[in-house]
């Protein structure tokens, strides 16, 4: 295909996702996704600056869920999030491995990859989810949120223990992480609060938000990391930034505006593309048993401790931590690169993990939206009253 094309395809299926999604009232993260996966089957490779473009856009996503996260009821409610988050990640980690390595005879490695790459949850679609129905100003919303980085940082944790052989460069990445969230966390007022900075049309501070999440992305890959944990924790601790003043406030719904206008649907889409149909077809028994499996394990360490904890919210809460894209697919990817699982079962796991992202969603969005659950108090308004 000529590469001229290509940034027109693409422009195109961005277009569509958004037009389709407001047809169908779904989530316009599941409509990219799938029509990448099309795209992909049908010839659409992707170039580099989509592949990179869309690890900053999932590292974009990530950094806005941090912010999103209201710290005073993540200290409320750890509790919660720390045993929803937690049971979401080693009921399928332990599941999928047993599985891959008793009943499929996979080798110890390929079955660890398995057991890593569907023990996630995609923070990536969960903030996207909510923010598009406006559930991420909820006591539920925000809960969901803090469990998915519990569930992630397991996952990552999970990673690099098993896997992963630290080097200068780790650490390099892990000191310069550290330095950035503290200067950052501790100086940011002098960018975003500056009144010579404000409103204006060059977006000085958007502009100093990447420059933050480049550098955790550059140094992540000098050092066989990943800057997701980072990101993550950077919007958390500056979280208050954007909560003080109404011109903060206003900065986020900027960052939003220029993040799902180009930034993040390629994230979506490039996940797409990763998806081969003729070899899931060549293993799809295969594939629907292990995307069952992790849908009955997160249903079974979701299910019942979000009855207890986020009544009427709890189907809704377990369909979207069921979800994985963007630490399922790093998994996967790794796997592959270090000859621990091969094409075949990547693109099990990939679509396992893809289709993850969509059909949990599709449901929950569907049938179990909780916006007029009474249980459920928007935090913002409450506020404001």
């Known amino acids: 295909m000529h590469a001229d094309i290509i940034p027109l395809i693409v422009g195109l299926l961005i277009f569509l996702a958004s037009l389709i999604s407001l047809w169908f009232g779904l989530s316009v993260a599941i409509i990219e996704i799938t029509l990448g996966a099309i795209a992909g089957n049908l010839g659409l490779q992707a170039e580099e600056w989509m592949l990179y473009m869309a690890?900053?856009?999932?590292?974009?996503?990530?950094?806005?869920?941090?912010?999103?996260?209201?710290?005073q009821l993540m200290k409320e409610k750890f509790k919660e999030s720390f045993l929803i988050g937690s049971f979401s990640f080693f009921l399928p980690f332990?599941?999928?491995?047993?599985?891959?390595?008793?009943?499929?005879?996979?080798?110890?490695?390929?079955a660890l990859i398995a057991g890593i790459a569907l023990s996630t949850t995609s923070l990536a679609?969960?903030?996207?989810?909510?923010?598009?129905?406006?559930?991420?100003?909820?006591?539920?919303?925000?809960?969901?949120?803090?469990?998915?980085?519990?569930?992630?940082?397991?996952?990552?944790?999970?990673?690099?223990?098993?896997?992963?052989?630290?080097?200068?460069?780790?650490?390099?990445?892990?000191?310069i992480a550290v330095l950035v969230i503290v200067v950052a966390v501790n100086f940011s007022h002098r960018v975003l609060e500056n009144p010579r900075l404000k409103n204006k049309v060059i977006e000085p501070e958007i502009k100093y938000i990447f420059l933050l999440l480049l550098i955790f992305i550059y140094f992540a890959k000098l050092g066989d990391g990943h800057a997701v944990l980072p990101a993550f924790l950077l919007g958390l601790l500056m979280?208050?930034?954007?909560?003080?003043?109404?011109?903060?406030?206003e900065l986020r719904n900027r960052l939003r505006t220029v993040a799902y206008a180009v930034i993040t649907p390629l994230f979506f889409i490039v996940g797409g593309l990763k998806i081969s149909i003729p070899?899931?077809?060549?293993?799809?028994?295969?594939f629907a048993v292990l995307f069952l499996l992790k849908?009955?394990?997160?249903?079974?360490?979701?299910y019942f401790l979000a009855k207890r904890y986020l009544p009427r919210g709890e189907i809704y809460t377990t369909l979207l931590m069921s979800t994985g894209l963007t630490f399922g697919t790093i998994s996967s990817v790794f796997g592959l690169n270090a000859g621990y699982i091969d094409q075949v079962q990547y693109s099990v796991l990939v679509g396992v993990v893809v289709a993850s992202a969509v059909i949990p969603t599709f449901i929950a969005q569907k049938w179990f939206m909780p916006v007029h659950s009474e249980d459920i108090v928007d935090i913002d308004n409450e506020s404001n009253r």
């Open 125 to 175: 679609v969960v903030y996207a989810v909510l923010v598009e129905t406006g559930l991420n100003r909820t006591e539920l919303g925000k809960i969901l949120m803090a469990a998915t980085f519990i569930t992630d940082m397991g996952t990552a944790l999970a990673l690099s223990i098993v896997f992963l052989e630290p080097t200068w460069y780790t650490a390099l990445f892990v000191g």
């Open 239 to 249: 979280s208050g930034h954007f909560s003080e003043t109404s011109q903060t406030k």
């Open 55 to 71: 690890t900053f856009g999932g590292i974009l996503l990530t950094y806005l869920a941090g912010t999103e996260i209201d710290t």
């Open 295 to 302: 849908m009955l394990t997160k249903f079974v360490g979701v």
């Open 279 to 286: 070899m899931i077809y060549s293993a799809f028994g295969l």
């Open 94 to 110: 332990i599941g999928v491995f047993l599985f891959a390595y008793y009943v499929v005879n996979w080798d110890i490695n390929s």
